[in-house]
């Protein structure tokens, strides 16, 4: 029986705001999650909703298409628990760095 492993959620920024001292905060909106789940062999695989849209998803790992051989650079994201992990970023991604949780 596969395992829950973590819960994460989707998040847009949807304006600005300046705190108490002075420095502009971007405002944020969770739009839906993503589920990580372990099967019994230790395999993992993620899927997620978006519950205004009424969308359900999966999620798996992109493969390169024939004959491309460019890499992109991956982009090192550091998660709650502090363990890292990567992305490869696609063109109009937002800066990890800039989402302050």
Same mark, same amino acid.
């Given at each position: 029986?596969a395992k829950? &492993?973590?819960? =994460?959620?989707m998040v847009?920024?949807t304006? @600005?705001?300046t705190?108490k =001292? *002075?420095n502009?905060k %971007?405002?944020?909106h969770t739009f *839906?999650n993503? $589920?990580t789940m372990?099967e019994?062999d230790? #395999?993992?695989y993620q899927? #997620?909703?978006?519950p205004?849209? *009424? $969308?359900?998803f999966s999620?798996? +790992?992109?493969? /390169?298409?024939?004959?491309d051989?460019?890499?992109?650079?991956a982009v090192p994201?550091?998660?709650? +628990?502090?363990? /890292?992990? %990567? &992305? @490869?970023p696609?063109e *109009? +991604?937002? +800066? /990890?760095?800039s &989402? /302050?949780?």
């Open positions: 029986m829950f &492993i973590k819960k =994460q959620n847009m920024t304006g @600005k705001y705190d =001292q *002075g502009e %971007s405002r944020y *839906g993503v $589920i372990q019994d230790g #395999g993992q899927f #997620g909703e978006i205004m849209l *009424g $969308i359900k999620i798996y +790992d992109q493969k /390169p298409r024939e004959g051989t460019t890499q992109k650079p994201i550091i998660q709650q +628990d502090g363990n /890292p992990t %990567s &992305i @490869k696609e *109009g +991604d937002i +800066d /990890p760095k &989402i /302050p949780f």
